[in-house]
């Protein structure tokens, strides 16, 4: 007991650091890694991102208990959540919002009967399994929101849906790289219970997957 006492004694600052560092990540803010190429081409595998936890709600530490709103999701907004099917943390871009019609033609988002516009940048090598293809870079504007996407070339199985009508409390998530990421036309409209925060800019960056260099260009990048 007296062992027991003097520990705690003697890592009081320690133990009240990690309980406050515990505490601020759980309810304030965050960091994620990019473990995927869901993404593409705007967050690559070994960044490591930004999340505001209060840009939508302000919770009880550890939990998913909402004591207040602080802000709506918009359009365009790239958030972490957990993932509806199994829980697993995810980080896409918000496509739809509640109220909503969302439809998909030919990879093509229509909102509320309004195309979006697409207009090309470039053509880059993708690596994709053990070769590479290539990769058509796309300004999408949704009218809230201009963003860099990427097609991968190929038709798809999920190029077209809906139209879907999102329902109160819902939203549909897309990721970046629309021709290689499961998302909401794969697990379905995310609550919004589920939305841990807004990722808002890359922390920092290595290239984890071939040299462990830094990408010292994504240092600070903001997020669009």
């Known amino acids: 007991m007296n062992r027991a006492k003097n520990w705690l004694r003697n890592n009081r600052w320690f133990i009240a650091f990690a309980l406050l560092f515990g505490l601020f990540r759980t309810a304030v803010a965050d960091w994620n890694p990019i473990p995927s190429a869901s993404m593409h081409p705007n967050l690559l595998e070994g960044d490591v991102v930004l999340v505001n936890r209060l840009a939508f709600d302000v919770k009880v530490p550890l939990t998913d208990i909402v004591l207040a709103h602080t802000g709506d999701p918009r359009r365009g907004d790239i958030v972490t959540f957990s993932s509806p099917e199994d829980g697993t943390r995810l980080i896409k871009r918000i496509i739809g919002l509640p109220g909503d019609t969302i439809e998909m033609r030919g990879k ?18 993708e690596p994709l399994a053990a070769h590479g293809v290539k ?29 879907i009508v999102i329902p109160a409390d819902r939203f549909l998530m897309l990721g970046d790289n629309r ?5 909401s036309r794969y697990f379905g409209l995310v609550p919004r ?31 669009h």
């Not at 021709?179 to 998302?183: E, K, R, T, Y």
């Not at 800019?201 to 260009?217: E, F, M, N, P, Q």
């Open 193 to 223: 219970d589920r939305i841990i925060g807004r990722a808002e800019r890359i922390l920092v960056s290595a290239d984890y997957k071939d040299t462990w260099a830094l990408r010292l260009d994504r240092f600070g990048k903001t997020l």
């Open 108 to 125: 093509r988002i229509i909102v509320n009967g309004a195309p979006a516009g697409y207009e090309t940048l470039n053509v880059t090598d």
């Open 135 to 163: 990769a058509l870079h796309m300004e999408e504007d949704t009218a809230e929101n201009r963003h860099e996407i990427q097609w991968l070339g190929t038709r798809g199985t999920r190029d077209d849906f809906g139209p």
């Open 179 to 183: 021709d290689n990421s499961a998302d």
